[in-house]
């Protein structure tokens, strides 16, 4: 550090020195040198004149040169309903502006050339000059007045809400450093209410679980969109302020944690007929990775995207995500594929308020999966094969007790017996191993005796059934772990003719 001062100090000295002599030089040689200002002066004033048209052929010129890569012509015309009236706007505020440069560049260094310093001219004053006054407040007044009215019509036209009875898709878009967490609304078509109270690990956005709607709402990571059809999108935030982007649909909107914000927009292209438009243009037409001459075009690879245009932090970057718009069928093959996030994350744990009920998913789930079973017991050759186990019939703990839930399984086999009125079955308790062996074969016969009276008193003749208690002597699996003995702890529906 204290070299490098030395070495700035010796430098600065050096320049000071360089200055000082060049200062004198001119001083003594001032009075001699009218001659060489003057040719000085003429050359600079031709240079100005001369950097004229090169400036303007050059800025007009990379404009044309790179129209294709820019919003709002050919090549990236919008895909939205709203776009091409903001890019017409856009546009009309670039023709009035471009024409404004163009001039002010002319009379910038025309008349740098013209009024160049000369021998014996002096500069004109005008104090003051009413009708130069009302020009130049009178055209820029009219010209903005007309931009401004366009501009806000514009803005009506895009900020306008979804009207009463009108169809759309309402999605929600949540960002967080860093990224977004898009969420869908289901079956149901509605979005569930959230809580930034209820957030935690398993639920990232808050979601209510008692507001029913929640219940089919998906997660997305990609965003799939239906082609023409209205999109209303919710846009909130978890952390700072980041901004709902999309570009290619001249949708932006910021994110803003606690105040939730929206955008009403209608995609017109899907992003296959946007690849062709891209596709017609040269400057797509080139392989997208530079390495790969012969992989894919730049056109082929190209998706629309969401970015955050909101510099939220270290890793803003990352915020982005891949944009599909397909047709109504594809949009809605893929959304009937999404599992909703209560069913695949919050089903069954801790957070789950439901754990008491089954829904009606389940219920037809289940009769199915116990029809195929008894199914294939029905038509097996060997003894051995006619059993299996009923899974959802389970006790409370230690006590011949059914669990509310389990009356679902067992009206199954009500069911199934008045499907097959000669089907005899038998109804067999297992135990494991914890207990006395005394305590277990009581307990077992207990168990299937219960699981027996429920099936009699729903209308199975008793002459059909037999309920019998093994305890602990017909272990499926080790009795030395838990996993091992939940599964010796079971009950089994064997059909003996
Ligand atoms: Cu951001």
């Given at each position: 550090m204290t070299a490098l001062l030395i070495v700035l100090s010796i430098i600065l000295i050096a320049v000071v020195a360089v200055q000082i002599g060049r200062v004198t030089e001119l001083a003594s040689k001032i009075r001699g040198e009218e001659e060489m200002q003057e040719v000085s002066n003429r050359r600079q004033g031709a240079y100005l004149l001369a950097f004229l048209p090169i400036f303007l052929v050059l800025t007009i010129g990379s404009g044309i040169y790179y129209k294709n890569y820019m919003f709002g012509f050919g090549a990236m015309n919008a895909a939205s309903e709203h776009g091409p009236v903001l890019d017409r706007m856009f546009n009309i505020t670039l023709f009035f502006t471009g024409i404004v440069f163009i001039i002010t560049q002319i009379a910038l260094f025309y008349f740098a050339y013209k009024y160049k310093g000369k021998k014996g001219r002096k500069a004109d004053f005008i104090a003051h000059d009413n009708r130069l006054e009302i020009v130049w407040t009178l055209i820029p007044a009219v010209v903005m007045t007309f931009l401004v009215i366009g501009g806000l019509d514009a803005w009506n036209e895009v900020m306008a809400d979804v009207g009463p009875g009108e169809e759309y898709l309402e999605i929600e878009a949540t960002g967080y450093q860093f990224g977004w967490a898009m969420r869908y609304p289901g079956p149901d078509g509605k979005i569930g209410e959230k809580d930034f109270?209820?957030?935690s690990g398993l639920n990232p956005l808050g979601q209510n679980w008692q507001d029913e709607k929640n219940l089919d709402d998906f997660h997305a990571s990609e965003i799939y969109l239906p082609v023409n059809k209205k999109i209303r999108v919710r846009i909130t935030s978890k952390d700072v302020l980041h901004n709902f982007y999309l570009p290619h649909f001249r949708v932006k909107m910021d994110a803003v944690p606690g105040m939730p914000t929206y955008f009403v927009f209608t995609p017109t292209k899907t992003t296959e007929e946007f690849r062709l438009q891209l596709s017609k243009y040269p400057e797509y037409q080139v392989p997208a990775d530079p390495a790969d001459p012969e992989g894919p075009q730049l056109w082929e690879n190209f998706d629309y995207e969401l970015a955050c245009a909101e510099l939220c932090g270290r890793s803003h970057f990352a915020m982005r995500l891949p944009v599909k718009v397909v047709s109504e069928q594809e949009f809605q093959a893929w959304a009937a594929k999404q599992p909703s996030y209560y069913m695949s994350?919050?089903?069954?744990?801790?957070?789950?308020?439901?754990?008491?009920r089954l829904f009606e998913s389940e219920i037809s789930e289940r009769k199915a999966e116990f029809n195929e079973k008894l199914e294939s017991a029905l038509t097996a050759e060997t003894p051995d094969e006619k059993v299996f186990e009923l899974e959802y019939v389970k006790f409370e703990t230690g006590a011949a007790e059914l669990t509310p839930l389990s009356r679902y399984e067992l009206n199954n086999i009500v069911e199934g017996m008045a499907k097959y009125p000669d089907m005899r079955v038998e109804l067999a308790g297992h135990t494991d191993n914890t207990g006395g062996d005394e305590v277990n074969q009581t307990l077992s016969e207990n168990r299937a005796q219960v699981v027996y009276d429920y099936l009699v008193e729903q209308g199975v003749s008793a002459d059909r059934l037999v309920a019998r208690g093994y305890g602990a002597s017909q272990p499926v699996d080790t009795n030395n772990t838990d996993a091992g003995r939940e599964k010796n702890r079971r009950t089994e529906f064997k059909i003996i003719g």
């Open positions: 109270q209820k957030i994350t919050i089903r069954n744990t801790q957070e789950d308020p439901y754990t008491d």
